[in-house]
């Protein structure tokens, strides 16, 4: 199985701030990566597919990059509807795995 | 609108079973890979099971083969999660999420359901 470590586990930030978010695979997912947000109570919601593309609706501040097995997630100038949880998820190989998430906190 | 409405959760005990239930509306079913994926509470997401558009293959999580069941009903829109000899460390919500075209992640996702196992 791909393990994902996620890091931070969590993230204290002020308005307008940039915050990232890092995971690594313990081996190549080929850019094969997703992201999400989750909010307490709701469910998680897809921001960003294939490292980097965003999806339909996500704000422009969110961002991410990488390759091989390290990758990276930024919301630049954090606002307060973005306080929650992130999640990333390698999909290139059965059984899909998860980061163990960050929860981004109001400083 | 892509919808996903989950049902069938509650508490049950160990060792017994429960069938969860996923129905779909705003696309064409029928097109799309499906699959589970639950979160125990505080934790994080975990990949339950996936199925094929046509039900043909499916595909499943090492601690929960042979005791969990996906299926789809094409002509009710419906996903399926039949769940046996159930485990304390099953307690989890269950999302029923809709699988891309294009890969293999998981775009739309519904409001989940609770499933409790305890004596």
């Known amino acids: 199985d791909i393990q994902m470590t996620q890091s931070p586990p969590s993230l204290s930030a002020s308005l307008g701030d940039k915050v990232t978010i890092t995971c690594q695979a313990s081996q190549n997912i080929n850019k094969y990566i997703a992201w999400y947000q989750q909010k307490p109570g709701k469910a998680p919601r897809l921001l960003i597919r294939?490292?980097?593309t965003l999806e339909s609706g996500t704000p422009s501040r969110f961002s991410g990059s990488g390759s091989g097995r390290d990758y990276s997630f930024s919301i630049s100038n954090v606002e307060s509807e973005d306080i929650a949880s992130y999640y990333c998820l390698q999909y290139v190989n059965l059984p899909y795995t998860f980061g163990a998430g960050t929860k981004l906190e109001l400083k | 609108e892509v919808q996903l409405v989950e049902s069938g959760g509650g508490l049950v005990q160990p060792g017994r079973s429960l069938k969860l239930s996923c129905a779909a509306s705003g696309f064409t079913f029928s097109n799309y890979y499906m699959a589970w994926v639950r979160q125990a509470p505080t934790k994080g997401l975990e990949w339950v099971a996936s199925?094929?558009?046509?039900?043909?293959?499916?595909y499943y999580r090492d601690s929960v083969k042979g005791r969990f069941t996906i299926s789809r009903d094409n002509a009710k829109s419906t996903l399926y999660l039949q769940m046996d000899s159930l485990r304390s460390e099953d307690t989890a919500t269950y999302y029923c999420?809709?699988?891309?075209?294009?890969?293999?992640?998981?775009?739309?996702w519904g409001q989940g359901v609770m499933v409790t196992v305890s004596s």
């Open positions: 294939y490292t980097s």
């Open positions: 999420t809709r699988v891309t075209t294009v890969a293999y992640y998981f775009d739309y």
């Open positions: 199925i094929t558009n046509s039900g043909g293959s499916t």
